[in-house]
């Protein structure tokens, strides 16, 4: 099938100019900068893109689908949806599912479930242990992001808290070119902290205390431990949801940094309206650690934004810092959050890419996608400027049915996402029958 997008304003290493996109099956073929340039050929759809943007498809690198075992809050199927409405054609599913992808045996049962369900492209993280390092050796290089740490307590009970273990998970994906993406929170703190306030306010502590327990300190003093181990192997460490100014000082080197929506758009103010909607660990924390993540978008310092996609029963959020369950579905609304903070002047239309397309293909080695290059993957989203719109629950395609953003005010809306070459998104019409293929890396 060979496709035209003609007459948008396509955004794109850096740059933003008004061209046309050519597309012949699964691939880009030519990309046409200048607006009086006509493309050669007869095309079987012609997608007129005026007043639109043109953009890579968003590759998310941080999503919990929670298939296989907790599928009552999300699969793949329905996630995989939500996500091609956001505009995100690649994703990389994280390991706390039930079992655990902490096995070669789970991590083939989860591909043979993508490849049946999924909407959009596929790649899982394989899991860390306290014991089974022995086992990266066995993983294909050409298949796996990388190796996800658990350096504190969160959903799914996959601690690795022996520091002898730390230092061969270190060791091992150094000596096996593995990057290694960790949820750094300190949990002896973590667990001191519930308790004093515990003490103090009864068995549920309210959720405006959620990043007093879950402290600048417990963040600070775990990233810095996993910091030191990284540099001590010279393993490539990508540090998750970075949620603090004082984090930020130890990036650099080998030393990577995600941050995530929710950080960057809620502050701890937020939760007097919100409430235990956004929940999360690490916490949404102050707004000067919001400001600085901010600013760390546009100086370098963050090299990724992803979502930390993490789906409960809206039964399951209720409560405060003990009771409310942690995470968000975020991944339906990303883009247009990001674009919106651009709007605002927060950062640029192309950093935006930068973060959400370009840097996490290049950070992960994936291949041929995070670009709008001749050859490489058609998986594109084209975004449009809208009348600000409010969003509702019933906008959800997530099986959970709700989001964090419900009575907020949005400026940008995804109307298109292709992915490899084929429509998931059609006008806003979504696509069941198509699917997505496994991502490959270097």
């Not at 994936?366 to 719109?389: N, W």
Request: include cysteine.
């Amino acid at each position: 099938m060979k496709i035209l997008i003609e007459n948008g304003c396509i955004v794109n290493e850096g740059r933003t100019c008004r061209g046309s996109v050519a597309i012949a099956d699964d691939r880009i073929t030519d990309i046409l900068e200048d607006q009086k340039a006509q493309p050669r050929g007869t095309y079987d759809q012609v997608v007129d893109a005026t007043g639109c943007f043109v953009l890579p498809g968003v590759i998310d690198t941080h999503v919990h689908f929670r298939e296989p075992g907790l599928t009552e809050k999300a699969d793949i199927e329905s996630e995989s949806r939500a996500a091609a409405f956001g505009g995100v054609t690649s994703y990389c599913e994280m390991p706390n599912t039930v079992p655990q992808t902490t096995t070669i045996e789970a991590l083939d049962d989860k591909r043979s479930l993508a490849r049946e369900k999924s909407h959009v492209n596929y790649s899982f993280f394989f899991g860390a242990t306290n014991d089974n390092y022995a086992d990266f050796a066995r993983l294909d290089r050409h298949r796996v992001p990388g190796i996800k740490l658990f350096m504190g307590s969160s959903t799914g009970n996959m601690l690795v808290d022996r520091y002898g273990s730390l230092l061969k998970v270190f060791e091992t994906a150094a000596r096996l070119d593995l990057p290694v993406m960790a949820h750094c929170e300190d949990t002896d703190t973590i667990n001191h902290n519930m308790a004093q306030m515990k003490k103090a306010y009864g068995d549920d502590p309210d959720v405006m205390l959620h990043p007093l327990i879950r402290s600048e300190e417990s963040c600070y003093e775990s990233s810095a431990l996993a910091v030191q181990l990284a540099r001590t192997y010279g393993t490539h460490l990508h540090v998750a949801h970075i949620s603090t100014a004082r984090e930020l000082e130890l990036l650099g080197g080998n030393v990577t940094g995600e941050a995530c929506v929710a950080h960057l758009l809620f502050t701890s103010a937020d939760y007097a309206r919100k409430g235990a909607l956004i929940k999360c660990n690490p916490a949404v924390k102050r707004d000067e650690d919001r400001q600085a993540l901010r600013q760390a978008l546009t100086d370098g310092r963050i090299t990724t934004v992803a979502t930390d996609h993490a789906p409960h029963l809206l039964a399951q959020k209720q409560g405060g810092c003990a009771r409310a369950a942690s995470g968000m579905p975020m991944v339906q609304f990303s883009l247009p959050v990001m674009l919106g903070l651009a709007s605002e002047g927060v950062l640029s239309m192309e950093r935006v890419v930068e973060l959400m397309c370009h840097q996490p293909a290049q950070l992960f080695q994936i291949r041929e996608r995070g670009f709008l290059r001749p050859g490489y993957k058609a998986d594109i989203a084209i975004v449009r400027p809208t009348e600000p719109y409010v969003v509702s629950n019933d906008m959800v395609q997530s099986r959970c049915g709700w989001t964090p953003l419900e009575g907020d005010t949005l400026c940008w809306r995804v109307s298109h996402t292709l992915c490899n070459g084929r429509f998931v998104v059609d006008d806003g019409r979504f696509c069941p029958d198509s699917r997505g293929e496994e991502l490959l890396f270097r």
